[in-house]
């Protein structure tokens, strides 16, 4: 079961108290959208073997959004940040480097 | 014959004498006794009888990895199945049963399977299949269904209580043994908070039997010195009868506490389910003997080397008084010499090694037994009891040297460590040839959340089998932790265990080597699942190349055996069939829990009422105490109907309709979600999550309004009110209030940030009581305090002010076509206001109404549902509420969606009223049109589908609504719907309002 920080409210959480919301950093493409842009908001999301930034809930508790970045084959977790950014803090991304030279950054 | 000894038995208490049941008889065993050790103290032998092909099976094992002696337990209330007989603690009155034996486990009429083995081969369930579908579904499934399976499910609900506990710790160590301990010394003495689990009621685990001394004196000594450290340590938790179950992502891991299994009379909990979350796991959880492959090792007398002495020396219990050890290392030879210090016979030990020159063979030599090198098993000879076995060369294909007669078998084919929990999480394994055994690969362990590892192996699990390895490696490894785990381990413990060192092993697969097929088919790897070396070699044939394959395609290693006895020596076959190297085969996955734990455990406390609250409306009791008939909506109950005690369900709802329709309805609208949404920019957000313009509603106004979700689709409707410039209260469905708040907050959160808008929901802080009909009016006015006339309170308006004394707002809208107010006063007055409803309304015909009389209401009125009307996949314009959907504003969320063409196509199924040809008919619900073609595909073509569907009562027929390929185009037309019973159901398309479609009567 996963363990995250709730940035929020600084808490170690169970994933049981905790509500995924997939892919974090999309841009939303409204009204006026071309079908493409559309399409890609709507549909298509990253399933990577390795680093990924996701969205949280901590719904059984402070009921506020956050992000994480996380392994999705070891399940390690760089950290986690403010779902109030559009990307992902520049400290973190310098950590995930490290940890993983081969990891080619963070892509919108 | 297997008895009781007169002296002896480390674990027993005969001070302290147990009745107990077994198949009706009254037997007496120990306090200390397993339910095992007491029937084999009685002779009971013969146990039950197997899975598949109903063979008589007695004990083999000691511990949780016994696959045979499963049994019954209990009776009535607390029954249950599948339990075994090893892990069962003797307790008084304890009631046991054999498992798939009729009418005894003596006289099985199922033994016939045992002769018709034959057709039983591997894969046999999926060869059936293959068969055509008659036999299936004639021959072999009602056979099977009457012959397989594992005991039999309990009748009655378990009247036992179970709960959670829950820890987080520094180390949670798993195995109570001497690495166990000695790594919970370490971390304990080094001041961290440490959890130590222990499956058994004993601690010290195998040393104490296998004669281990440390620092020069009996294990048990040590044992009892650091077990008294421990308990004193305040950081420091031991827990005896709890066994480690399973390990998952992020160092959490489940324990299982047997409470009262041992003392049923006890109060409390029966079982906990300990959820832990720990820095670092040890899992010291040792090994397990492996059986040797033989034809006839599943003859009740044949059993595991290391339970013969387990029994022996912990329960004073002899398995046989003539035995004779098969063995192909050296740790087999200890209970040649247990069985010899008993006073019992040895007749031989039978070893396939070449030579047997260690320190414990030249022991049991020097006591005159035999000892034959290089020799097999050929066959273990007997039925229901092992009578004797013949020997034959190792080297050779089985021909008979020698019969020995004998009347136990112990059996030892070296150990396997124990790495379930190693491996739950995803820890890897490397074979070590020179053991003989898959061990716990150290470089590749189950990762924690900061990418270190989290699990390590200690002792006998670790591949350590010697007690002096063992030791250290508990205090090696008890260190390593304590210091990943953020502590100072401190001064190095000296602590030296010794026990007579061993020659090593030699891996036997099957014996003798060459045994020929007659042999492969009574020479049982998985003895739970009637597995044989002949089934697994069938799979080999068969082109079953991967080891998780093969699993599934022979059963081998399934259900609760998850590999413990079985999994090397099927491996080690299918490795040979395949003329590979076992490492190369690789193992099955190794899956929680460990050893089967209850269903009631992991349930603990959420049954009955507490498995889902439930939500309850301020007048909640009242309707249950006035004939409510509840219905579940969402996690509320709202009454369907109140029920008179002079009719029926449906009579109850008719006359609900037709007086709501004449005089006046009340109706507990509690359970609508109320969310307020609040601040400066709260109209623009609005004006996003609706598909309507909310920015431009006047203060004191209400609108109705939809949300669609970024696809498009309707999510859910409700009346909004605007109660002043920068707040808005948004009514929701019942089951949608905490959806649709979430919703609005992660777009707010996640999105709109920078938005000024706050939300709450109130739902449960306020009472909705709709008063509904001609006469609603009256009523209030009766109540008095607020001037509800047309013109000041108009439709679609609001209100704030008193009713009748109480603190009230009135909205003017209707979900039934009639004159209806919506009065919503606080919670804590909402009862007060209903009563003074009741009683004031009496004079008008006042009566309750449920949900149902709701439901026809709004139908015969033609407005949708979300959830009948809706399912995820329909658009508002579908459901002619284009006037809904803003053509003014920019953006709103589905927008975009709804442009797409599939959107636009004018092909779509849009909502019409049905009106059934023949008024004595109400169509289906989830009846679909046909129009007499057939598609490709042989089905009949649909060109739409009933969405709700009743009897109206004011009308006097049958109305429905649903969604109808070009329908609003098709008005006046006839459509067909077929039932399940094969008749047509013919209806007129008709507008959806059926009943004052003016809106005459709600604009009053």
């Known amino acids: 079961m996963l363990h995250l920080t709730c940035p929020n409210c600084g808490q170690m959480v169970d994933e049981t108290d905790l509500h995924a919301g997939g892919q974090a950093h999309i841009t939303r493409h409204g009204a006026g959208a071309s079908d493409a842009d559309f399409e890609d908001y709507l549909f298509m999301r990253k399933n990577p073997k390795g680093v990924h930034f996701e969205r949280w809930r901590h719904v059984y508790g402070c009921g506020k959004w956050f992000h994480a970045a996380r392994c999705t084959t070891t399940l390690q977790v760089f950290g986690t940040y403010s779902a109030q950014t559009l990307t992902p803090p520049k400290p973190l991304i310098t950590k995930i480097k490290k940890l993983r030279p081969e990891w080619e950054?963070?892509?919108k | 014959m297997s008895t009781r000894?007169?002296?002896g038995g480390r674990l027993i208490d005969r001070k302290s004498a147990l009745e107990f049941n077994w198949n009706g008889t009254r037997l007496m065993g120990y306090a200390g006794d397993t339910l095992a050790s007491a029937l084999l103290a009685n002779n009971q032998t013969l146990i039950g009888r197997s899975f598949k092909y109903h063979r008589p099976r007695g004990i083999l094992a000691s511990g949780p990895e016994e696959p045979n002696a499963l049994v019954g337990l209990g009776q009535g209330a607390s029954f249950e199945p599948n339990q075994r007989t090893t892990t069962t603690e003797l307790f008084t009155d304890l009631s046991a049963t054999s498992q798939n034996a009729w009418p005894s486990v003596h006289f099985d009429i199922m033994g016939f399977n045992r002769i018709l083995s034959r057709v039983f081969p591997a894969g046999f369930y999926y060869k059936t299949f293959l068969f055509p579908r008659f036999a299936w579904k004639h021959l072999f499934e009602p056979v099977i269904r009457r012959a397989a399976g594992l005991g039999a499910a309990p009748k009655t609900p378990d009247a036992d209580r179970y709960e959670y506990f829950y820890a987080t710790v520094d180390m949670l160590i798993i195995g109570g043994g001497i690495a166990g301990l000695a790594a919970a010394l370490r971390a304990g003495r080094a001041g961290a908070r440490v959890l130590l689990l222990e499956q058994t009621a004993h601690w010290g685990g195998r040393a104490p039997v296998d004669g281990a001394e440390i620092n020069g004196a009996a294990a048990q000594d040590w044992i009892n010195t650091t077990l008294a450290e421990?308990?004193?340590?305040?950081?420091?938790?031991?827990?005896?009868?709890?066994?480690?179950?399973?390990?998952?992502?992020?160092?959490?891991?489940?324990?299982?506490?047997?409470?009262?299994d041992h003392a049923p009379k006890a109060a409390g909990p029966r079982h906990r389910l300990w959820r832990i979350r720990a820095k670092r796991i040890i899992s010291a959880t040792g090994a397990v003997e492996r059986p040797?492959?033989?034809?006839?090792?599943?003859?009740?007398g044949v059993m595991l080397a290391s339970a013969v002495r387990d029994y022996l020396i912990n329960y004073a219990t002899s398995c046989g008084d003539r035995l004779v050890l098969a063995t192909n290392n050296d740790d087999?030879?200890?209970t040649a010499l247990a069985q010899h210090a008993a006073g019992l016979t040895v007749a031989a030990v039978i070893d396939a090694r070449a030579s047997a020159a260690g320190d414990l063979p030249q022991q049991v030599r020097a006591l005159g037994i035999p000892v034959h090198t290089g020799r097999a098993i050929a066959a273990a000879k007997g039925n229901k009891y092992l009578k004797a076995v013949t020997i034959c060369a190792q080297a050779g294909e089985g021909a008979v040297l020698e019969t020995i007669p004998c009347d136990v078998l112990a059996m030892s084919g070296g150990w396997s460590p124990i790495v379930h929990l190693w491996s739950h999480c995803g820890g890897k394994l490397h074979w070590d040839a020179t053991q003989a055994m898959f061990r716990p690969d150290p470089m590749r362990p189950p990762l924690g959340a900061d990418g270190t590892g989290f699990v390590h192996v200690a002792g006998s699990a670790n591949g350590h089998l010697d007690a002096a390895s063992v030791l250290k490696d508990g205090f090696d490894i008890g260190t390593l932790a304590t210091k990943e785990a953020g502590f100072k381990a401190g001064p190095a413990l000296k602590d030296m265990a010794t026990s007579t060192p061993e020659h090593p092993i030699e891996p036997i697969w099957q014996m003798p080597q060459g045994m020929g097929p007659k042999k492969q088919m009574k020479t049982f790897l998985d003895y739970q699942n009637d597995v044989k070396v002949s089934d697994v070699r069938l799979a080999a044939r068969e082109g079953y190349e991967s080891v998780e394959h093969t699993k599934r395609y022979t059963t081998l290693g399934m259900a609760t055996d998850q590999g413990k006895l079985s999994n090397i020596n099927g491996l080690a076959i299918l490795a040979d069939s395949l003329n590979a190297e076992i490492p190369d085969v690789g193992t099955t996955t190794f899956r929680p829990p460990y050893h089967p734990i209850s269903m009631g455990s992991i349930a603990g406390d959420a049954r009955g009422e507490l498995f889902k609250p439930v939500r309850q409306s301020p007048i909640h009791n009242w309707i249950a105490d006035n004939g409510g008939f509840f219905e579940p909506v969402a996690d509320w109950r709202r009454p369907y109907c109140y029920q008179r005690t002079d009719e029926s369900v449906s009579e109850a709802?008719?006359?609900?309709?037709?007086?709501?329709?004449k005089n006046i309805g009340l109706l507990d609208a509690s359970t609508l979600g109320k969310i307020i949404v609040k601040g400066p920019d709260a109209g623009r957000f609005m004006d996003m999550m609706y598909t309507n313009m909310m920015s431009t509603l006047k203060v004191g106004k209400c609108r109705y309004g939809l949300m669609c979700t970024e696809n498009g689709f309707l999510s859910d409707d409700g009346v909004v009110a605007r109660l002043d410039s920068d707040t808005f209260l948004c009514h929701t469905t019942s089951g949608g209030s905490d959806r649709i708040h979430a919703w609005m907050e992660e777009w707010l959160q996640t999105e709109w940030w920078d938005w000024q808008v706050y939300t709450a929901n109130v739902t449960e802080q306020y009472a909705q009581i709709a008063v509904v009909g001609p006469k609603a009016r009256h009523l209030l006015e009766k109540l008095g305090g607020m001037d509800v006339s047309g013109e000041n309170l108009p439709f679609m308006g609001f209100l704030d002010g008193e009713i009748g004394g109480i603190k009230a707002r009135a909205f003017r809208i209707s979900f039934s076509g009639e004159l209806s107010y919506e009065i919503a006063v606080p919670a804590s007055d909402g009862q007060a206001f209903w009563d003074m409803c009741i009683e004031a309304g009496a004079e008008f015909g006042l009566q309750p109404y449920g949900t149902e009389c709701l439901h026809v209401m709004r139908a015969e009125k033609g407005f949708i549902m979300i959830g009948d009307e809706t399912d995820g996949t329909v658009i508002p314009q579908d459901l002619g509420l284009s006037w809904a959907i803003s053509k003014k504003k920019e953006d709103f969320l589905g927008k975009r969606a709804q442009l797409r063409p599939h959107m636009q196509d004018p092909d779509r199924w849009r909502l019409v009223g049905l009106r059934p040809v023949n008024d004595g008919e109400i169509i289906p619900d989830g009846a679909y049109a046909v129009d007499g073609t057939i598609r490709e595909n042989g089905v009949k073509n649909m060109i739409g589908r009933v969405t709700s569907t009743y009897y109206s009562p004011t009308l006097g027929h049958g109305i429905a609504m649903g969604l109808v390929q070009n329908g609003p185009e098709r008005m006046g037309e006839q459509i067909d719907f077929p039932t399940l019973d094969g008749k047509m159901i013919r209806a007129t398309i008709c507008d959806p309002v059926f009943y004052d479609p003016e809106g005459a009567l709600q604009n009053v």
Do not use: C
């Not at chain 2, 305040?234 to 891991?253: C, E, F, I, Q, S």
């Not at chain 2, 040797?292 to 009740?300: E, T, W």
């Open chain 2, 332 to 334: 087999g030879y200890r």
């Open chain 1, 105 to 107: 950054g963070f892509e």
């Open chain 2, 653 to 661: 709802v008719t006359r609900e309709i037709l007086n709501t329709r």
């Open chain 2, 292 to 300: 040797l492959s033989f034809a006839g090792n599943d003859i009740p």
């Open chain 2, 5 to 7: 000894l007169p002296q």
């Open chain 2, 230 to 260: 421990l308990d004193g340590m305040p950081n420091v938790t031991l827990k005896n009868r709890t066994m480690g179950a399973g390990v998952y992502d992020h160092g959490w891991a489940t324990g299982y506490e047997r409470l009262t």
